[in-house]
């Protein structure tokens, strides 16, 4: 049965050799130790696995017996038949033990292991054999199952670690076989040890998405892998079996999963739809109350509008008041929102001032609007608050008035009488007449009232005096006048006024009058405007004898009583009967109304300047009179001043050849002219010198002479000279005028004196005779102030001639002088301290340092002694702008010792100046030197 085992692991191993692997459930045998030769094991030893290594360990519980090898050497040396290892039982402590381990690139494949061997012990003691294991090579574990070995023969022991799933896919594995038992001389020998492993299965992976395979820009999918024991996800290389991804795009994501070596790969896509980036077209954000506007979306596949629920791309809408409006763009799963706000403005409130509602023919009506902060009126079109109208018949005004951006509407009616008769007043004493019952009756803005005198009469029923106006209401009453025999003392007075009176004209009077007896008693009327001088009316009227008659004073063709501003009128009983009583029951009166001028004044300007000049020229009427001014012309020439911005306010008054009148108002604005002042304070410049003269109280200016613009002018006139400002206000270009004349004053003389050569130490007095001169002195001597630079070695840089001592190098001074107006004039001198016999070193390639010559003679050597040269030499005199004098050979007289002199005049060199002299010799080689002119 052995043997058959032994040749079933032997054709096994050989499929290994010959495959290399073996994978799902077959075993390999990954190594074999042979410790006699000859046996059914295969006789290598040791047969190792591809890619499989081995090596053993030993501690102080190796033991032989005779003929065997001891410690590790027994694995390479014990190849002789019959030999085996041997390992003494330790009394139950385990402290004796045989090691074994394996290794290798290929060991991590394996998924788990058997262990067998050939074992006898060698009494008859209970040994046993057990196994421990190990990952690290320190801490070992007992395998819970021992082996019995064969009593006397080899008898083969199997370990069956298939479960100890610590073993699995290691890089490194530790066996220890050890002999345990009740015997503590029992002796275990081992013969052949071999192991096999069962290679590890490609793993079947699977990926699950959380929470799907489809996300938006911005979320995450949490990807989780399973089927292997480890894994490694692409891209991001990550080990775990989940992970959380965030691709800006769509991604494929593929997962290694390993057993071991053996590994296999999956992959899933991680779809990545577009966050949806909504916007709003709003091109109307602020709407006025009652209007709409509409809202259009974009960025995404559908929409979802709240409020109102619309799925619509756009959406009209007309909230009543300020609104937040949202829309929801989604693109498949992925959503975003966008809000916008529609703000709503509330109508003006407008209403219509209607000054008079009833005009007739030529008459005006003021429609003025409130409300609103700006209007338009239709017909007309005018802008302003308020309008004057006369139409000449019946129409309705419309304003359309606009505030906060929002407009609303309101209307109102002008009604025009023609020229038909109105009733402007009717008393009524008898009610239930012809006449209405209304007493009295008034037209619009027409006023009554009635006066008496003694000849008032009552009787039986009639009150007395002006109270019948008011009493007399009942049915029959009364107004009685006895007849005053002819004298027409007594009589009953009516006066009419108001404001409207002054447009009517072509009068009638109509009266109820009743005579009670049979004399020849009339009615005689008189009329007057101031309620003093009366007229009476060539016509008298009869009244009825007995009852009542309709009596009729036509006065149409009273011209002198058209256009009144207050009529009176009294009725009188007159006759041949000093008895007779005269009875009035009703009294009425009707005018045509005046047909008015239309009066305009076809051109206003919307402004003027103070002081300027504009002609008002009226149309429409016969005659006119303007004010202010009670000026009787149709044109006047009007000339306002205001040093504020104001409105001017001028009124004609046009009346009619028939001397209706009506009036026309018009306004402009007065601009106030800009006061100009000059901030300079200048009245003179120095000659030559330069002043700024400034303006302000304008916006813009214009200077003359010269016609600069801007606030400022330089100047810098040779002589005094006359400059006019010209400036200008932003708004309405008004002008106003400013001059300044500014003198030139002369500039003084600087007079530095000669310069002066000294010793170290020494001194001299420096200055001219005088130091200054010309200009405008000062009242006092020494009449100008005068400064001095440097103050080096002066006793006084105040003075005009001060000392100059205790200096040690040549030095330059400079006078200043100034005058009464503070013009000022410079001067230089030189103060040369130790002068030598030649002042000019020349230096190679680069300026020397400067001097002072004498008497036009400069006096030079070179730097270093290069040549003796003394013909030949090129040289150039420059100004201090480096602008050339004079280029000119020449032969320098030679002094000696590398001294030259050469004479500079008749080159216009100009005393006190610098200059700088170059100088080449034969091989061009550049020699300078600065010097100062004398």
């Keep these: 049965m052995n043997r058959l ?130 990952t690290d090579g320190t801490t070992y574990t007992n395998f819970a199952t021992t082996q019995s070995p064969g009593n006397g023969s080899f008898a083969e022991c199997q370990f069956d670690l298939s479960a100890i799933s610590a073993l699995n896919y290691q890089s490194a594995i530790y066996f220890r076989l050890m002999a345990s038992g009740a015997s503590g001389t029992g002796t275990l020998r081992i013969d052949n040890f071999q192991v096999q492993g069962v290679a590890c299965t490609s793993p079947v992976i699977n990926i699950s998405a959380s929470p799907s395979g489809t996300i938006c820009v911005g979320s995450s999918a949490t990807l989780t892998a399973s089927g292997a024991t480890n894994y490694t996800w692409s891209p991001g290389g990550a080990t775990t079996a989940s992970i959380s991804v965030s691709p800006s795009s769509t991604t494929n994501y593929t997962v290694t999963g390993a057993n071991g070596s053996c590994v296999s790969t999956k992959t899933t896509v991680v779809t990545v739809s577009t966050m949806p980036v909504i916007s709003i077209s709003n091109p109307t954000p602020s709407i006025c109350a009652g209007s709409s506007t509409s809202l259009t979306a974009s960025g995404a596949t559908s929409y979802t509008w709240s409020p109102g629920g619309a799925t619509t791309v756009g959406v009209s809408v007309s909230p009543s008041s300020t609104t937040i409006y949202t829309v929801t763009g989604a693109n498949g799963a992925c959503v975003a929102t966008k809000t916008t706000a529609v703000n709503v403005t509330a109508l003006p409130s407008i209403t219509i001032s209607n000054s008079n509602p009833n005009i007739i023919v030529g008459g005006s009506s003021t429609l003025t609007a409130s409300g609103a902060s700006s209007y338009t009126w239709s017909p007309g079109a005018a802008n302003t608050t308020s309008i004057v109208v006369s139409p000449s018949v019946t129409t309705t005004y419309t304003v359309t008035g606009t505030g906060s951006g929002c407009a609303n509407t309101q209307t109102t009616t002008v009604n025009v009488n023609t020229g038909t008769p109105v009733v402007l007043v009717n008393y009524d004493f008898n009610s239930g007449t012809s006449y209405a019952t209304l007493s009295p009756v008034l037209a619009t803005n027409i006023t009554c009232n009635a006066s008496s005198t003694e000849a008032w009469q009552t009787y039986t029923g009639i009150s007395s005096g002006a109270n019948a106006f008011a009493t007399n209401a009942t049915a029959g009453n009364a107004i009685a006048m006895v007849n005053s025999s002819g004298t027409n003392t007594r009589y009953f007075q009516f006066q009419l006024g108001g404001s409207e009176l002054i447009n009517y004209m072509s009068y009638k009077l109509y009266v109820q009058a009743q005579r009670s007896n049979t004399g020849a008693t009339l009615i005689t009327l008189a009329y007057s405007t101031d309620g003093t001088t009366y007229t009476n009316f060539a016509t008298t009227a009869a009244p009825g004898n007995g009852s009542f008659a309709e009596c009729t004073f036509d006065l149409s063709a009273i011209t002198a009583i058209n256009n009144p501003s207050a009529l009176y009128f009294r009725l009188m009983a007159s006759g041949a009967s ?40 009226a149309t429409g009427a016969s ?115 400013l001059t300044t004349s500014i003198s030139v004053f002369p500039l003084p003389v600087a007079n530095a004196g000669p310069n002066q050569y000294i010793s170290n130490p020494g001194s001299a007095g420096i200055g001219g005779s005088p130091s200054g001169s010309g200009g405008t002195p000062l009242a006092t001597s020494p009449y100008y102030t005068f400064g001095w630079q440097p103050a080096t070695g002066l006793n006084s840089t105040t003075i005009p001639n001060p000392t100059c001592s205790n200096i040690s190098t040549s030095t330059n001074y400079t006078l200043t002088v100034t005058d009464a107006n503070g013009c000022s004039a410079t001067s230089d001198m030189f103060v040369v301290v130790n002068a030598q016999p030649y002042h000019a ?20 050597k070179f730097e270093e002694e290069y040549t003796k040269q003394t013909s030949g030499l090129n040289y150039k ?17 030679v002094l000696g010792d590398n001294r030259y002199e050469l004479n500079l005049s008749g080159l216009g060199l100009v005393s006190g100046k610098y200059y700088s002299i170059e100088v080449f010799n034969e091989k061009n080689e550049r020699w300078t030197a600065r010097f100062i002119y004398n």
């Design 578 to 617: 000093a008895t007779g009583t005269l009875r009035i029951d009703n009294f009425q009166v009707k005018a045509k109304p005046c047909i008015l001028p239309v009066v305009s004044v076809p051109f206003v300007p919307l402004y003027l300047c103070s002081g300027q000049t504009t002609t008002l020229t």
């Design 5 to 134: 085992k032994d040749a079933i692991r032997f054709l096994l191993f050989g499929l290994v050799l010959l495959t290399g692997s073996y994978r799902l459930t077959a075993q390999t045998t990954l190594v074999n130790y042979d410790f006699n030769s000859g046996t059914s094991y295969a006789s290598l030893s040791p047969a190792l696995a591809t890619n499989i290594t081995s090596s053993a360990s030993s501690t102080e519980a190796w033991q032989t017996y005779t003929g065997i090898s001891s410690g590790a050497s027994a694995f390479t040396t014990n190849s002789t038949a019959g030999n085996a290892l041997a390992m003494v039982n330790s009394s139950g402590t385990n402290t004796r033990y045989f090691q074994f381990q394996l290794g290798g690139s290929a060991l991590a494949n394996y998924a788990s292991y058997k262990l067998y061997l050939q074992a006898q012990r060698s009494n008859t003691g209970s040994t046993t054999i057990t196994l421990a294991y190990s």
């Design 623 to 737: 005659s006119y009179i303007w004010n202010p001014g009670a000026v009787a012309s149709a044109s006047i020439a009007v000339t306002p001043v205001s040093s504020v911005l104001t409105t001017t306010v001028y009124t004609v008054t046009g009346t009619s050849a028939l001397g209706c009148s009506n009036t026309q108002t018009v306004g402009f604005t007065v601009a106030p002219n800009p006061v100009l002042s000059l901030t300079s304070g200048i009245s003179g410049v120095c000659l030559g010198n330069t002043a700024t003269l400034t303006a302000t109280g304008a916006f813009s200016y214009v200077w003359n002479p010269g016609a600069v613009t801007g606030p400022s002018l330089a100047i810098s006139p040779s002589v005094t000279t006359v400059y006019t400002v010209t400036g200008s206000t932003k708004i309405y270009n008004c002008t106003n005028t």
């Design 877 to 893: 005199i420059y100004d201090d702008n480096h602008n050339p004098v004079s280029s000119l050979p020449f032969k320098p007289e």
């Design 841 to 860: 070193v020349l230096k190679h390639a680069h300026d020397g340092e400067a001097y002072l010559i004498k008497n036009a003679v400069l006096m030079f």
